[in-house]
Nanobody, 125 residues
Framework: VQLQACGGGLVQAGGSLRLSCAAS????????MAWFRQAPGKEREFVAG????????HYADFVNGRFTISRDNAKNTVYLQMYRLQPEDTAVYYC???????????????????WGQGTLVTVSS
């Protein structure tokens, strides 16, 4: 599976962005998907995950209702809609895929098999 993330950019605090991650391959619908991020000087951290059919999602605590992960298996794409962005959300955002059946909180801890190249989100104050 190859993953291509896009949709990052510069936005003012309080603004919104939608990230997309397009996947190659015919088995996309069987993969759990997730978004991670890495801010400058910090470790990569989990943001949100979604199960293979979209019935189960899990978010990091810092999301606090501001982000929504979704997927369109017909388009081989997973999305991260982000609202009320803050400067601390500035990071490179990566999408990831896991071929295992992953649900709930395990979406945070599973070892994802495939990673995209990342898309930069910059939030100005």
């Amino acid at each position: 599976v190859q993953l291509q993330a896009c949709g990052g950019g510069l936005v003012q605090a309080g603004g919104s962005l939608r990230l997309s991650c397009a996947a190659s391959g015919r088995t996309f619908s069987s993969y759990a998907m997730a978004w991670f991020r890495q801010a400058p000087g910090k470790e990569r951290e989990f943001v949100a995950g979604i199960s293979w059919q979209g019935g189960s999602t899990h978010y990091a605590d810092f999301v606090n209702g501001r982000f929504t992960i979704s997927r369109d298996n017909a388009k081989n794409t997973v999305y991260l809609q982000m609202y009320r962005l803050q400067p601390e959300d500035t990071a490179v955002y990566y999408c990831a895929a896991d071929s295992s059946i992953v649900l709930g909180p395990a979406l945070r801890t599973t070892l994802y098999d495939y990673w995209g190249q990342g898309t930069l989100v910059t939030v100005s104050s």
